[in-house]
């Protein structure tokens, strides 16, 4: 069974940085695309970053670029998310998302807490 698990996250004052992980176990082959998604209380889910396998290509959210980065782990079908410049707005649910076959984001992870304080 495909499973999607996170970790990294964890408190963090302002300014300061976190890098999470998630690692599609399970699988045989490398993921069409994984990325992350966050969601703070009371908002919905925002796209935060995703990378394509196989080929470059990455895309950003407009509130995280510039200060995050998205990024593989050669040979494994693990994602980093390097957090810089975390802002109290950053606060959030950040789950891990794969699309396998190329047709969207449908598997996700049950999410980690990222919280920045002031």
């Known amino acids: 069974q495909v499973q999607l698990v996170e970790s990294g996250g964890g408190l963090v004052q302002a300014g300061g940085s976190l890098r999470l992980s998630c690692t599609a176990s399970g699988l045989s082959y490398f993921a069409f695309r994984m990325g992350w998604f966050r969601q703070a209380p009371g908002k919905g889910r925002e796209f935060v970053a995703g990378?394509?396998?196989?080929?470059?290509?990455?895309e950003y959210g407009d509130s995280v670029k510039g200060r995050f980065t998205i990024s593989r782990d050669g040979w494994e079908n693990t994602v980093l998310l390097q957090m810089n410049s975390l802002k109290p707005e950053d606060t959030a649910v950040y789950f891990c998302a794969a699309d396998l076959l190329g047709g969207g984001y449908a598997l996700w992870g049950v999410g980690t807490q990222v919280t920045v304080s002031s």
């Open positions: 990378i394509r396998w196989g080929q470059t290509g990455t």
